[in-house]
Every structure is written in structure tokens, then in C-alpha cells.
């Protein structure tokens, strides 16, 4: 039998997170601004990597954040991956300037 996998976004933390039936997983901090949303960090617990929740983490958090119409800010390393592989329908993306480049 397999666990339940959601995504939900809690607003009052400022992240995305990932659950396998009622334990957390992992999550996707964020911050917003006027009309923007800035992705900040990814995390999933080491208890739980190599199933694949942190790509199913992004394109569920990534698909809520263009559904919204605000613009993602990946300066989260794993969230620009991401999005550099994977289309996101409707995401308006804004590639943050990295210092010294």
C-alpha cells in the first residue's frame, strides 16, 4: 500500500510543502512581493529523498504560483533547475541577476 503524496501551500509559513499521508516530507519556501513570488529554498528530509518528491514539490508549487499570475523569482537552485528542464504552463519567469556574473 502506497501513502497519499500532497502538496500544499501554507501561506502563514511562506512555503509549499510535501506530505506522505500526514508526514511532512519537505517544502519550498517562497516570499512575496508586489506581484511576484521569489522561491527561496527547497528541502526535502534526507529520510525521504530519492522517491522523487522534490520534482513533484516544484511542479506542484510552480503550477499554484502561475496559476496565481505572479511571477516566479527561482532563486533557489533546485527551482531554477527545475524550471530550465521543465516547462510550466502560463509560469511568466523572472531569472534574478546572480552578483558577479
Known amino acids: 500500500m502506497t ?4 502538496v ?3 501561506d502563514e509559513g511562506s512555503r509549499y510543502e510535501i506530505r506522505l499521508g500526514d508526514t511532512l516530507a519537505g517544502f519550498a519556501e517562497f516570499e512575496l512581493r508586489s ?4 522561491f527561496t529554498h527547497t528541502e526535502v528530509d534526507p529520510a525521504f529523498q530519492g522517491r522523487g518528491l522534490a520534482g513533484t514539490l516544484a511542479a506542484d508549487a510552480l503550477k499554484d504560483a502561475a496559476a496565481s499570475g505572479d511571477t516566479i523569482v527561482p532563486y533557489c537552485p533546485y527551482i ?7 516547462e510550466v504552463e502560463g509560469a511568466d519567469i523572472r531569472w534574478p541577476q546572480v552578483p558577479g556574473a
Not at 531554477?80 to 521543465?86: G, P, T
Open 80 to 86: 531554477a533547475a527545475y524550471l530550465k528542464k521543465h
Open 3 to 6: 501513502e497519499d503524496i500532497t
Open 8 to 10: 500544499t501551500r501554507d
Open 35 to 38: 506581484g511576484e513570488i521569489l
